[in-house]
């Protein structure tokens, strides 16, 4: 027996708003945790798996949304970006982490979207579009590491290298859990 959710116009844009926002906050609140690694100024958070998750949560559109919040939220001076960078607001979108940053709303939409469709092999689409957000998030970075150190193969030792392995851990955290919770998020929404 299928049963079908009805909500109201009202209810639907207030469930929505609270969940970009409720994005947005996790996203800050992984960014707190924050290990500074030797030899880079990148340092390690959670903040790429909460991107990826809010994405694979919330789909497409409102994963992205949401993370244009957090950088607004970021540029404006709220503390809700990584401590132990020193630039503050939108200073920090230019500098060394700041093409990760950027690459947030990019790499939420892309997880959402591939997962978005769920009909067939769930875990594979999740898989690819959680793979997918990570290589726009590292992308990014390194596309603005290659500015600042003008060398491109500097820029992956220093802001891709060392956070494969931490990446793959992501891959397989990830999948499960978008895999479960994601049908039930997105209906709601």
Known sequence: MERTLVIDHSTLVIRRAA????GALIVAGA???SIPLPGTPVPMTLQPMAVLLVGGLL???LGALSMILYLAMGAAGLPVFTPTVPL??????FGPTGGY????PIAAYATGWFSENQRREPWARIAFGVLAGLVLIHLGGLAQLAILTGNLSAAARFGTVPFLLGDLLKIAVLVPVLTKLSPTIRARL
């Open 19 to 22: 969940a970009v926002v409720l």
């Open 31 to 33: 960014a707190q945790v």
């Open 59 to 61: 789909g497409a559109p």
């Open 88 to 93: 503050v607001g939108i200073a920090r979108l």
């Open 101 to 104: 940053l950027l690459a947030y």
